[in-house]
């Protein structure tokens, strides 16, 4: 497990790195970098300032702000910072994709009639022609299987 200062001295680097690839002169006294990351960040000037110096690690509102600035998830933010693991913050699971169910599961006719509202007295026509379309054949005007 690292030490505090070893926590502030990773956080601090990763953050620098992402700091410059957002385009923040952080580096040149008079860039203006920090002034303006602390401005798109809405917090202090100073706090930015002991981070890069590694005098000491930001608070939670802070942290929230600088993900808000740099387009970082607040979740890598925290866990980068060592306050949480990711275990504490798991990644939520993937939505379903078009066509299936939660869980991965591709959507049965009956299914998406029932997801999609269908009457119960067209539930069999709806199952019917879909069932057609997805086995590439296609109903006739009068919902048979046309040639």
């Known amino acids: 497990m690292k030490s505090d200062a070893g926590h ?11 700091m410059r ?5 952080i580096d040149s006294p008079r860039g203006g970098g920090k002034t303006r990351l602390a401005e798109d960040a ?23 702000g600088l993900s808000r600035a740099l387009g970082v998830p607040v979740r890598d933010v925290l866990i980068r ?3 949480l693991t990711e275990q504490d913050l798991p ?3 993937a939505p379903p994709g078009p066509g ?5 599961n591709a959507l049965s006719a009956e299914q998406a009639a029932t997801a999609l509202g269908i009457p119960e ?3 069999a026509a709806f199952v019917r022609i879909t069932e057609r379309l997805r ?6 005007v009068n919902g048979r299987a046309g040639d």
């Open 8 to 18: 502030i001295d990773a956080f601090a680097a990763w953050m620098e790195g992402v």
């Open 21 to 25: 690839a957002r385009g923040y002169d």
């Open 42 to 64: 809405g917090v202090h000037r100073a706090a930015i300032t002991r981070l890069l110096q590694r005098r000491s690690m930001p608070d939670l509102e802070t942290m929230r």
């Open 81 to 83: 910072s060592g306050k």
């Open 91 to 93: 990644q939520p699971p």
């Open 100 to 104: 299936t169910a939660p869980g991965g």
């Open 121 to 123: 007295h067209r539930r």
């Open 135 to 140: 086995h590439g054949t296609e109903p006739d």
